[in-house]
């Protein structure tokens, strides 16, 4: 008997292309990791008008596309895709399932993993595969700052969430093929429990930091608000906006529009400053792209010191306020 | 009436845990807990339920001895009455081990409840999967990130932002519903309150025998996942350390790097003698 064709699985979160693509990405890191175990990488979709994405999955790497395509799936619903895929991942056994870390994957996964009778990480920030396939799942743990290589030994699928902009994707290429196999609606399935009412597109939101020049970031090391605050005046002497860390946020010092990090804002400042932030995956997610970093700290050993170009060992607040008495000096408008 | 239990969970409350290099280990015990701030707003949510419609309140957390303190919290919040699963097997456990306990104990603990509230995400393993993984177990009908709910007669139905997406929800109780951090701010805990909580004896403690879960059951349900290695990200550039009085720090700071920031912001911080070297 033919051994069965190892097969990683991407699940298509279509509704969010036009916001990450992340689909996409994972296709690309599916294709790299599918080399190293001779596995087929497999997209599976399920929805309503689904040839854009069976044409999109195919020119981006997928090698075999499951499509499931019916007008009653034409809005997303986490239980009907969960029926669905519970069967397809019985019937087919794939080795792997990489779902992006979507809002709607976040709460899809686990429920899929736990249907599977499997393990789930979530976040990853990257995968790796050894020789005899075992998916090496690295995680932020213990609020970001130390990561952690999480393993699923002795149950399959393997399966990981990856958040958007994680992986890069394989450039479009439409003479790429794939088997696409449509599959029909099963008989069986039931009315989903949980009713979609109605629906609508959120509006986008207005200011951003993403396009600042200068950012000037603060974190729970300012102490408290009036000392957080004093950063707009940083800030403003240097043209840039202010950003904050999640702890901020809750602290309420800084609205939500200003987090920064991988549940807020990519900023891409030419300069950064950092005061008071020890430095963790989810924050520093966000930074991508920063050229000059300066990070404040009183703890010499904080990450976010050794990712800074320039990284000043003092009291955030103290430090800040003796910057900005020297650049009112210095500036000559 | 409405019974609700709302699931809780403490965690460190610094993001810094001191690390020991020679066993590779995070040294837990050394930092103080608190209450996971997405679990202060599950607790808001269900608090807000009572009020509107009356309910009674359980809080449920598995972990150590000391994570009684978060019940306490819950307690001087508003709960009527806290369940502590505690047991040294239990330890370590991953989502879909915690997932598998946390629905024997509600089931066992709170039988008949009609509505399960989790935080959306923990500070600590921040996966967002044990409220999900949960709502299976349970086999109730479940929707994550809710900024709003509402009651009908059985009928629960939730407002959220997915995605994205503005969405409204509909399902029959008996449902399971994770909150939001957008919306239902926690209220505080008053001092009084906490006193009186630390005093209040409306707390069960049971273990995995308790719950009447086997051994077998225990190897069976257990974690799916193993950690491997815990390591610390590598750094990425080879940086300037500035030391010293803060004051004569930042002076220098600014004459080192003046070029550079002149050129980004567009205007000139130079002082007349550098400018001229
Ligand atoms: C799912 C998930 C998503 C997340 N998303 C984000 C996100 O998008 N953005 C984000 O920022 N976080 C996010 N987080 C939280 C993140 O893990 C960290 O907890 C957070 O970034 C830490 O913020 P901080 O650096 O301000 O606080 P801490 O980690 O507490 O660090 C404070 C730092 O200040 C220093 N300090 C203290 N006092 C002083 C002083 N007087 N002078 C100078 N330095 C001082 C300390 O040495 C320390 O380095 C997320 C977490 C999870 C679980
Ligand atoms: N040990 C636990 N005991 C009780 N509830 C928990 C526990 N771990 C997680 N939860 C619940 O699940 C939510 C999400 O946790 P997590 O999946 O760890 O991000 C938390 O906000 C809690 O409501």
Redesign the pocket.
Known sequence: MAMKKKSIWVFGDYRNYYQNRVTLQLIARAVDLAREISAEVCAVVVGHDLEEWIWEYTSHGANRILAIDHPSLTSYSTEHYLALMEKLARERDPDIILIGATDFGREFAPRLAKRLKTGLSA?CVALDITPDGLLVQTA?SF???MLAEIVTEHHRPQMATVRPGTFREIPHDNTRTAVVERLPLPAHLTAPRVRLVEYERAAQKEHTIENATVMVC??????NKKNFRKLDELARLLGGDVG?????VFSGWAGHES??????KHIKPKILFS?????????T??LGEADFIVA????PQ?T?MKMADVAVV?????WLNHLIRELKKRIRE | MLKIVVCMKQVPM???LPWDEETGTLRRDLAAGMMNPACKHAMEAALQLREKYGASITAITMGPPAAEEVLREALAMGADRAVLICDAALAGSDTYATSYILARAIQKEIPGCDLVLCGA???DS?T?QVGPQLAEELKVPSAAYAEHLEISGRTLRVRRLVDNFRETLEMECPALITVSMERYDPRYASFAGLNEAFAKTDLAVVDAKGLGITAVQLEACGSRTRVRRVFVRSAQKRNVVITGAAANAAAEFLDKYQRKISAVIGKSIETKKQAQS
């Open positions: 976040d932020p609020g970001g700052n603060g974190g729970r090391g300012m102490g904050a860390t999640r702890p901020v987090l920064v990090g991988q549940a807020g005061f008071g932030i020890s430095g963790a995956i989810q924050h997610a966000g404040i700290n009183k703890n904080a976010m003092a009291d955030a607040g103290d | 610094v993001t810094e995400y923990t500070s921040e967002a």
